[in-house]
């Protein structure tokens, strides 16, 4: 047991989905997983080890925002010794091109957090995906005709920023495909302890457009990105 989870050594998979949303995670779990068996429960933030494609795979929730991921991450690292971790998470798009219900693969994140300005002082560390794992996932979603847009996204602290706040549209003219909350974290603690990590994220809303998703599209919908991500990582388990 670690202080957020309540599991057993062993009875988290070595690979492990990561929505933010823990109702998400009891989604996924209950609609892909074969035999998902719930291992925590601990705050709500639900997690699940079952197989797909007879693969054991688990699924854990880490609530909003870097902090929050971090706690996860750091203790499926630390303690549970986990080698791949995949954020399926939602995203708000900044480019044009880039419309609801796509798909992102993010390469890079930068980050508007302070994590990593303590971590590294007068230094900026550049948070970036596994590229075998990016790679794969790319060739899967493309094979499956998925709209998908590989590139930089942005991890924001505040989902709520100030009303005279521009800073949005510099991101947006340097190419920014997104934004979220958790990705930059995910990335650095990976390099960290040397596991492997992408962030795969589904549009729910258009900073460019306004449209945006209902909170149940976010829970349930988004099974294009899960099935990617459960594709990619069995094939290469099976391979
Ligand atoms: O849908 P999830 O995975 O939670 O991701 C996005 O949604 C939340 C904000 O609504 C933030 O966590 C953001 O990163
Ligand atoms: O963090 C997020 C997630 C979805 N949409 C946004 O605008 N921001």
Same mark, same amino acid.
């Given at each position: ?57 688990? $699924? ?21 010794? $986990?080698?791949?971790? @995949?954020?399926?998470?939602? =995203? ?16 890079? *994140? ?65 190419? @920014?495909?997104? $934004? ?9 603690? *990976? ?7 992408? =962030? ?14 209902? *909170? ?12 990617? $991500? ?10």
């Amino acid at each position: 047991m670690s202080t957020h989870i309540n599991a057993k050594l062993g009875d988290i998979a070595d690979i492990v989905l990561l929505p933010g949303d823990p109702m998400r995670a009891k989604y996924i779990a209950e609609t892909f997983l074969e035999k998902p068996q719930c291992y925590n429960t601990v705050r709500g933030m639900f997690g699940y080890t079952g197989t797909y494609n007879g693969v054991r795979i688990s $699924v854990q929730g880490t609530g909003m925002g870097m902090p929050s991921l971090s706690i996860y991450v750091n203790e499926l690292l630390r303690f549970y010794d $986990v080698k791949t971790l @995949i954020r399926v998470g939602s =995203c708000g798009a900044m480019q044009p091109e880039v419309k609801i219900r796509d798909i992102i693969l993010a390469q890079a *994140a930068c980050t508007t957090s302070n994590m990593n300005n303590r971590r590294f002082p007068n230094t900026s560390f550049a948070p970036i995906a596994t590229f075998d794992l990016l790679y794969r996932t790319y060739q899967e979603g493309t094979a499956k005709g998925y709209p998908i847009h590989v590139g930089n996204i942005l991890s924001e602290d505040s989902f709520y920023d100030d009303a005279n706040s521009n800073r949005n549209q510099q991101f947006i003219d340097y190419g @920014i495909l997104a $934004v979220e909350m958790e990705a930059a974290e995910l990335y650095t603690l *990976a390099a960290k302890y040397h596991a492997d990590a992408l =962030c795969v994220l589904t549009v729910s809303d258009s900073l460019v457009t306004s449209e945006e998703t209902s *909170a149940e599209e976010r829970e349930k919908t988004f099974n294009e990105m899960i099935t990617l $991500v459960l594709d990619t990582v069995s094939a290469s388990e099976i391979a």
